[in-house]
């Protein structure tokens, strides 16, 4: 595996969105992603808003492989690519306000763009839950393969491979 791509990189532009690093002006969008039920159905529940006030710090997500999604400077959704045993793994959340407008694969098609320049010889998986469809639909429209499904956190789970 090659070593990590300098980071941050520019930011990336699509005809709407920016993924970028996070900034301070981030923050109350997080709190709102990790505290909304929808967000948290599919990915372990979400968690209480005065328990992420205290632990979210004033600018979250600061790490390699992080984007903030950003429409009209706003943020919407995050991206990461997470160091796991076999690769790296694609993670994507959005806000609900975000959901079904093409968004969340017009920002994966990007990021992914990037990720084959920045570490063309690391492979790259994904999971997330069966019941969550659209992931699970937007991944093969993205050309993840679908592969092995697993129990875990109490709900099947399907392991993807691009």
Known sequence: MTGPAAWPPAPITTGRLVLRESEARDREAFLD?????EVGKYVGGAKPRYELERAVP????????????????????MI???????????GFLFLPSAWGL?????ACAAALDWYAAAH????????TQVANTASMRLLAKLGFTEGARYEAYGAEQCHWRQ
Do not use: C
Request: proline residues 8%.
């Open 120 to 127: 063309p010889d690391v492979p790259l998986t994904s999971d």
């Open 80 to 90: 990461t690519f997470d160091t796991t045993d076999d690769g790296r793994e694609l």
């Open 58 to 77: 004033d600018v979250p997500g600061r790490r390699h492989g992080f984007f903030v999604v950003a429409l009209d400077g706003a943020m919407i959704g």
């Open 33 to 37: 992603l990790f505290s909304s039920p």
């Open 102 to 106: 093409g968004y969340a694969f017009e």
